[in-house]
């Protein structure tokens, strides 16, 4: 899909319908963006068919990747220009956990998207652990310890119990390990020596990428899953498994995915980079504007098999603002998928925090870091002086509202209430290790994991 072929079609009443774009001198004017078939990779797809790219003299073309390594490899070895990633791998690649390279992000592309999914076993063996309401349905959210008693069945007979997750650096790894936790369940350690994230595990942890999620639950070899839409309600749709709880539910508000590029490409291509920023600004206040009174047609746009290729009716279910967690208990959830408001859209250091906490949490970072680390870390990798600089040249070209954007911003957010987080642990970006100091599963202070053991 290369949007130069086009360009012709637009080239007639350009020049009548294009809004008064800034110029900016492009360095490089074709590119090629990946992404994985998930909904939230609706930004890259909005700037691409509402014409955004083409308004900055942007020529791309999008390609779906098999997995999210693959992705990676191709923007570290150039063959993607950029790409829809998660938010822990320009991260981890830069700190070098796993492949190493500089990838920076000007740009965050959602906030919430994901949940946790259980087959029907799981989910019949959870429900006697679960509240109800007074019209009997489940209550929500559900804590993990609901699921406790059926992970200790499962060992009592012999059987490990498996779920999976979307990558080892993923939101969705570190959102499933919060909610076990929260629960009083171990999903075990990382080490040097061990990457496969089960050491000491009461629940086995690992990666299927996330279209194939629905088959391998199906086919009995995971229990269940954490990752992002429309993966969970195919599950309902499909009739094998059932979502226990959203990641909004889990963390308010949490940020899911980010754009990356390589620091070379930023610093070897600054205005392709901005105009790149600015397109994709403009997409995610398109998805969210006027009360989400875009979602349907964002809908049909991903369920086309060049994009998620999933039925448009399974996106609809929480793209539109509700969500289905058994056939039939259809809830409202207005922020499932939030892509503008509430700043989605800017690259908070705070969030860049978080997800290193999460990796030194289980072992990923293996050694204890200061607080200045974490700090310095996040500001090598998030860009919010890029976001800025575009999101002014929206303001003044009269695309965008000046009161939107959080000019004064230090790059944290204020703390996360404990409220808004399912075990009432508030997070605080500015302490990180106080708050690893403060969650009760996990490393803290100078405990390391060697071997089997976490010692310190």
């Known amino acids: 899909m290369n949007n130069r072929t086009i360009l012709g079609a637009f080239a007639a009443t350009a020049l009548f319908a294009a809004p008064a774009l800034a110029e900016l001198d492009l360095e490089k004017d ?15 797809a909005v700037a691409y068919e509402q014409g955004y790219f083409l308004d900055e003299g942007l020529f791309v073309t999008l390609e779906a990747q098999a997995n999210w390594k693959v992705l990676l490899d191709g923007v570290i070895d150039g063959q993607l220009d950029g790409a829809h990633m998660l938010a822990g791998q320009p991260l981890a ?42 019209d ?21 007979e012999g059987k490990p119990f498996n779920m999976g997750m979307v990558f080892p650096v993923s939101t969705h790894n570190y959102e499933l390990r919060y909610w076990l936790a929260a629960g009083g369940i171990n999903p075990g350690y990382y080490s040097p020596d061990n990457v496969t994230g089960q050491i000491g595990a009461e629940v086995f942890l690992s990666v299927t990428p996330p279209p194939q999620m629905p088959a391998t639950l199906e086919a009995g070899t995971i229990s269940g899953y954490c990752v ?87 996106i609809a279910n929480s793209m539109t603002g509700t969500f289905e967690y058994e056939k039939g208990d259809v809830r409202e959830v207005p922020d499932f998928n939030v892509f503008f408001r509430y ?8 969030d860049a925090v978080w997800y290193l906490t999460q990796m030194r949490r289980w072992g990923q970072i293996a050694e204890p870091q200061t607080d200045a680390w974490y700090d310095e870390t996040a500001k090598s990798v998030y860009r919010p002086d890029i976001y800025l600089e575009a999101a002014r040249m929206l303001v003044d ?44 599963i996990g490393l803290k202070g100078d405990q390391t994991v060697v071997g089997d053991q976490i010692q310190g």
């Open 228 to 314: 992002g839409e429309p993966w969970n309600q195919q599950a309902v749709f499909k009739g094998i498994g059932v979502p226990v709880i959203t990641d909004y539910e889990l963390w308010k508000n949490n940020p899911e995915k980010v754009f990356g590029i390589t620091a070379e490409f930023a610093e070897q291509y600054p205005n392709t980079t901005r105009a790149v920023t600015k397109a994709l600004i403009r997409a995610a206040i398109w998805l969210d504007e006027n009360d989400n009174a875009n979602r349907e047609e964002a809908v049909e746009i991903l369920s086309r098999p060049e994009y998620v290729g999933a039925d448009a009716e399974v």
């Open 30 to 44: 074709e590119l090629t963006f990946g992404f994985i078939k998930l909904t939230d990779m609706a930004p890259l």
């Open 136 to 156: 009997g349905r489940p209550q929500h959210p559900i804590s993990a310890e609901a699921l406790k008693p059926v992970v200790e069945s499962f060992w009592a």
């Open 343 to 350: 700043n989605a859209t800017y690259p908070f250091y705070s």
């Open 397 to 440: 070209e009269g695309l965008a509202d000046e009161a939107d954007f959080p000019w004064d911003s230090d790059g944290y957010k204020a703390p996360t209430p404990a409220a808004d987080i399912i075990d009432g642990i508030p997070y605080d970006g500015r302490a990180p290790n106080a708050y690893l100091d403060s969650l009760p």
């Open 93 to 134: 690649a830069t700190i070098g956990y796993g492949t190493e390279a500089h990838i920076v992000t000007p740009f965050s592309m959602d906030l919430n998207g994901n949940g946790i999914t259980v087959s029907n076993e799981v989910w019949e063996m959870m429900k006697p652990n679960i509240p109800t309401m007074d």
